[in-house]
């Protein structure tokens, strides 16, 4: 597609000061043009598209110190794109990783759409913006030396923060910041080529990795803003249920309550500590009213979900074909951090500190809600500690505002763990139904029939796909949720005739993108059918996927993955390997696991061996950790982690319930191979998820001898629910 910026598109307003503010922007006859729908192939290409107009409104300061501070319109959840950009920026200036900052932007609503942070999209829509806001940095530094040496800037190097003459002598950036700001006109300035990279590709440890290990980083509710107080919420027995009365009499004269107030979630409790919130909320007696799904358990669900599902065009005895048959469970989040917020909201304005991914839909949100002018409402973006998609939303900061407008004073709100298993957002249960017909030993057609449980898209993907309507590459008038599933879910192998349909049951449930969203569950399950028909064509695994495959890229990942997990080894009974293969986000990736299942209601994954292409890589440290994340994230939801549906209600309700991986759970031997750079970065966040799946999947059937069916696989209620 076509790059979103130009050489003439480059303008700088800089601010005369002490210290070099470069805001880049582009003038009015230097938009991006537009690429064309038969350019555009995945969703991340119309996230990049959307926020091309405004990609350049970037903002870079070089201190008199020295340091670099760059202002990121994205929210850190610790996928770690600070890291990756101040390693761009680092890159660009000539300067130690070290000495680059990079702060998240508050709430930016004249960034449109380009202040979303999702669909693997950071690194792919950042990538060049970043390098040309630093390389017009660098340029006005030199340009400010060459005037005060009186040389060409063609003749001046950069190196270590510093602007080098050919004699040896050098000015530090830091002294040089008022001068390079007094310019009013520096020559176009280009990144680096990538043949010049010294920095980006290399492995980079985490610029805030020793914040994290010390407990020096500061997350919302580290934050001390004068006034605001700890607060909790008491919750419905069922989704979406409201207050019908309360009775707060014991629980206000309770020690440390300072404040009460009924909200449209629930009763809000303020007191001194945390500790007495808790206890002053368990304390309120509320009657409610009932919620949106208070009649709906699993049971019901997966009723109505198997009856959604779309049928399939070729019928079952025309040729010989494989049928397969899926359900996936909800699946919370379940990021370290709880949702969190700190609102201060006075009859004229507010102010809000959340970790938020869509920050300028909440400031409008909010805003509206308040009943007061968006340019009133300021929204702080902060660290978040995890995501997976959770933090899109922004529930936590709306309800935190309505409750400080409510009290009349600042609130510290915080979720408890069981306020995030059972009220917050989860990714949507489905039923998959496959059918693949094949002959000669070819395949003729893969259908694919999803059925889901309605995923919320209200967090601002929803307006930047209306806005890109026009180039969307499967077509006008799809839901949201159609466009995401046809957008990221691609077969990548040559399967003849393929469709893959997805419907969804509207229910007013909680739900949001999860990590890789459709893929997770559609590709795993896909992936399942792809051993069972090697089987079925008497063709091992590998080799089936190798010549099915459509590309030499998508083929070397295979291969590699193969030759490191030593593919087709003799293993004991009750141990066996599983591989699968996932494409999505302009990268691929292979996964290739041991399992030992001799136990198979208590299988572990022993060794997970993984490639990946990510195009080019930024920091190969940073991608073997998202690989490793999603490789965990796969072996818990496919094996024991999920929310049971009773009643209108998750029973999870803590991490002794809602099975994540532990260590004991988690695989001995980890590699992770990060292919050489081949091209324009791709997408990384959501990768590892799917093949991962499948790979597990594919071990267990192969060492049980059972095929699963329904995930997780071991998925007993062995627990005592808390108090609805």
Known sequence: ??????????????VAAPTLTVATNLSADALPSLPAPADITDLGDLLILAGAPTANMLVLEVKPDGTVEFQLPRSEVGQGITTAVAMLVAEEMDIPVGKVRVTLADARAELLFNQLTGGSNTIRSVYDPVRRTAATARARLVEAAGQK???????????SGKVVAPDGRSLSFGTLTKAAASLTAVGSAEPKSEAEHRVVGTAQSRVDARAMVTGKMKYTLDLEVPGAMPTVVRRPPTINGSVKSVDDSVAKSMPGVLAIAVVPTGVAVMAETFGQAIAAKDALKVTWNRGTVDDLSDKEIKAKLRAAALPFVVPPLLTQHVDGEFDFAFVSHAPLETNSAIADVRPDRAEIWAGLKSPIVAKQTIAATLGLPQDKVTVHVTQGGGSF??????????????????MRRPVKLMWTRVDDMRHGRARAASHHKIRATFALGEVLTFEHRVASVETDFRHGLGEILTATAAHLPVGGNLSFAQTVFLTTVKVPYHFGVVTQLLNEVPLRMHTGSWRSVYSANTRGAEEIMVDE????????????????????????????????????RTMPKGFAQGVAFHDEYK?????????????????RVTKAFIAVDVGRPINPLGVQAQMLGGLTDAISTTLRAGLHIEKGLPLEGSYSQFHYARQRNSPPQVEIHVMPANGEPGGCGELGVPAAVGAIANAYARA?????????????????????
């Open 1 to 14: 597609m076509a790059t979103p910026t130009t050489r003439r598109g480059f303008l700088t307003f800089l």
């Open 149 to 159: 040496w009186n040389l060409a800037p063609a003749k001046l190097s950069t190196k």
């Open 533 to 568: 028909l090697a089987a079925k064509l008497g063709k091992d695994p590998v080799a089936f996927r190798r010549q099915t495959l459509k590309t030499d890229r998508q083929r070397a990942v295979l291969d590699k993955v193969a030759a490191m997990g030593n593919w087709g």
């Open 704 to 724: 049980t001898g059972i095929k699963p069916r329904s995930f997780p696989i071991n998925f007993p209620v062995d627990f005592d629910p808390f108090p609805r």
């Open 389 to 406: 998609g959770r933090r899109l939303f922004f529930d936590a900061a709306l309800e935190a505002a309505q409750i400080s407008k409510a």
């Open 587 to 603: 990268s691929c990736t292979a996964c290739l696991v041991e399992m030992d299942a001799r136990d198979p209601k208590n299988p």
